[in-house]
């Protein structure tokens, strides 16, 4: 079945500290791939996606590749802030069918001044 | 304009009891989700509905939870009996049409615990 594997939490870093969360899937034919994140107290939003092989998903300074051949979603910022700090959660949807988003489990991020 | 919106925020209940979780979607959006985000699972998806038909209920844990949706608008699902184990935030999502053009949009969840 389609599965999402994502790097346990927690994560902390130090703000301009370099942001490495990596995502794995598994999924028959090609799925899209999304990061969403969730701020505290807020609601789970959309933060990029890539909806092909090599695509890049970029907003907000954070960028993910679409690797077909490594089947990985890798999300990536070069500086974070504290307004950075939320829980990060890697998901594939399959077209066609539902539409139905499956999700890794999350990975809290803490950036400290 | 307003977002996805759900109600109540929080709900608790004793175990065997029925609860009802009510989600508005966005006006105009025709496919509405339920997601569960619990401790030892994550994020789930429950079931979805296209219009008021849920043509996808493969997420259903057991026959205690069933959803409706009218008008093609609220949904509710319901929860019979329930059970610790159901403890969690269930999320309702919307988006105009599915597919992956076309954004999720998530309430802020309803907060269910089971004593």
Redo the contacts between chains.
Sequence with gaps: GNSVTQMEGPVTLSEEAFLTINCTYTATGYP?LFWYVQYPG?????LL?A?KADDKGSNKGFEATYRKETTSFHLEKGSVQVSDSAVY?C?L?R?G??????????TKLTVNP | GAGVSQSPSNKVTEKGKDVELRCDPISGHTALYWYRQSLGQGLEFLIYFQGNSAPDKSGLPSDRFSAERTGGSVSTLTIQRTQQEDSAVYLCASSLVPGSYNEQFFGPGTRLTVL
């Design positions: 899209s807020e609601g789970l939003q959309l996606k909806t959660f998901a949807q077209q069918g539902s539409e139905k988003l499956v999700f890794g489990k999350g």
